[in-house]
């Protein structure tokens, strides 16, 4: 699966971006399929995931704030982030894993100004 993501960009404190990864293969098949970040200097950290299709999780730092979202039908993994702040500031990367397999896009980055 070759993943791809886009959507990044700069954007004020309080604002908005969607991000979008889109898959070369089917979503359907993937177990997990989830958006990280690393920040400069920082190690990359989980922002938010869904597992078995349905179960979401979300870092506490983003939580009441981003929607992770899937389409099986266009194959597409998308990220809304609201009341964007500076320390969302970050490159942010798709994933997904099919058992012991783990598909990594490049990254899109993201700079929040304040």
């Known amino acids: 699966v070759q993943l791809q993501a886009s959507g990044g960009g700069l954007v004020q404190a309080g604002g908005s971006l969607r991000l979008s990864c889109s898959a070369s293969?089917?979503?359907?098949?993937?177990?997990?399929v989830a958006w990280y970040r690393q920040a400069p200097g920082k190690l990359r950290e989980l922002v938010a995931s869904?597992?078995?299709?349905?179960?979401?999780n979300y870092s506490d730092s983003v939580k009441g704030r981003f929607t992770i979202s899937r389409d099986n039908a266009k194959n597409t993994l998308d990220l809304q982030m609201n009341k964007l702040r500076p320390d969302d500031t970050a490159v942010y990367y798709c994933n997904a894993q099919r058992g012991s397999l783990n598909f990594w896009g490049k990254g899109t980055l993201v700079t929040v100004s304040s």
């Open positions: 869904i597992i078995s299709g349905r179960i979401e």
């Open positions: 293969g089917s979503l359907h098949s993937l177990s997990v």
